[in-house]
Structures are given as C-alpha cells and as structure tokens.
C-alpha cells in the first residue's frame, strides 16, 4: 500500500522549458512536504519544502504547489537546465521521525 | 549546505564479512536516520535515533545493528554480509525543532556483497 506515488518514472523537457514533477499522496495527517534531487550514487539533497498550511512556496526557479484537496503535490521548474537532469524523489512527513519517500522520477533536460 | 559524511563511499565484500558503515554530523543534530535504497525504489527507513543511547528499527526489517554513543556519530554495522544486503545505504540527520523539518544525508555507501 504505496502512501505516495509519483506516477511518471522519466521526463524529458528541452532547456529553457518548464518541468513539472508530481507527487500524489493518499493519507491527510502530513504537515510538510518536500523535494529532493538525487544524482546517480550520490546522496539527496534538498531543494524546497512547504507547510501544509500553504499552497505555494518559490525558491529562485523552483516552485512548489500543494493542492491538500486533490493530495497532490507539484514542482516547476523554470527554465530548466541540462544541469537540473537528476532523479527528484517527494518526501512527506507529520514532523516526527517518519518520512515518506516517493519512488522518485528521472528528469532529462536536452540541450 | 550539508555537513554528514559517510565513509566507505563503495565497498565490495565476501559473503560472512562483518562490516561498519561510518556516518558522522557536525550539525550538531539530534536525529539521525539511516536508510536503504535499491535503483527505481523509494527509501526505506531501517534505523533512526533521537540522540544519545537511544536508537530504535525502522519499518523495514534488517539484520544490520546501529550505535550512538556520541551525537556526532551514528554507525551500522553487519554482522555477516550477504548477497541480499547488496544495496545504497544512505545516512541522514535533522534539526531538533519540530519545525526543522529537512533531512539532510551523507553521500551513501553503496554496498555489493559477494
């Protein structure tokens, strides 16, 4: 019983563009919501959060969406870069030790 | 940003060996997480700690043990390596404000077992 799901395994978006990653959860009790990147063998690292008393939180060319209503949560990025080209995993959490990690979806930005 | 750093960054080993993956923060945090990850997979959570002396199992089951005699330290040991334990194992630490939520991690030990 998968908590949350990002349904798109691979993107592929030209330089310049927007990308748009999504996250779909199933369980209303998180309180934060938030993004990694993560290079091959390497560890991630954090990009953006938000509080799920907020629905928007920006971050120079990132931008993160929280829709509780539908339990779906997006990043934007733009423009996007050749170097944005990693894995970006969601994670959600209610502030204890738990975190929740999505499967992760694989960005390739063309140059 | 982040300050956790994880040692052996690979490491290939006989089945039966017994092994300890080192994970050190001078953040000065008191949680610290570790977790397992296969390609395609989310992380599994298999160990954390609130601080010193106190250290529980996370949701997925593992045979591996962990120790924090000190809040800068916090190592997993194997006792007897096999070829299931093959895997990224990625340590991690956060605030100790309910209100830090972020996880920072170390660059993980990707471990093949023979």
């Known amino acids: 019983d998968q908590q949350v799901k990002q349904n798109s395994p691979s993107l592929s978006v030209q330089e310049g563009r927007i990308s748009i990653l999504n996250c779909d959860y199933t369980?209303?009790?998180?309180?934060?919501f938030l993004w990694y990147k993560k290079y091959p063998a390497e560890g991630p690292t954090f990009l953006i959060s938000?509080?799920?008393?907020?629905d928007k939180n920006e971050d120079g060319r990132f931008t993160v969406f929280l829709n509780k209503s539908a339990k779906h949560l997006s990043l934007h990025i733009v423009p996007s870069q050749p170097g944005d080209s990693a894995v970006y995993f969601c994670a959600l959490t209610s502030g204890t030790y738990k975190y929740i990690f999505g499967t992760g979806t694989r960005l390739k930005v063309l140059a | 940003e982040a300050d956790i750093y994880q040692t052996p960054r690979y490491l290939v080993i006989g089945t039966g060996k017994k092994i300890t993956l080192e994970c050190s923060q001078t953040m000065g945090h008191d949680k610290m997480y570790w977790y397992q990850q296969d390609p395609g997979m989310e992380l599994h959570l298999i160990h954390y700690s609130y601080g010193v002396n106190s250290t529980e199992k996370g949701d997925l089951s593992s045979e591996s043990t962990v120790s924090r005699i000190r809040t800068e330290h916090f190592p997993l040991t194997l006792e007897s390596a096999r070829p299931s334990h093959t895997s990224q194992y990625l340590c991690a630490s956060s605030g100790t404000q309910l209100t830090n939520e972020k996880l920072f991690f170390g660059s993980g030990t990707q471990l093949s077992v023979l």
């Open positions: 369980n209303s009790m998180f309180d934060y």
């Open positions: 938000i509080s799920s008393i907020k």
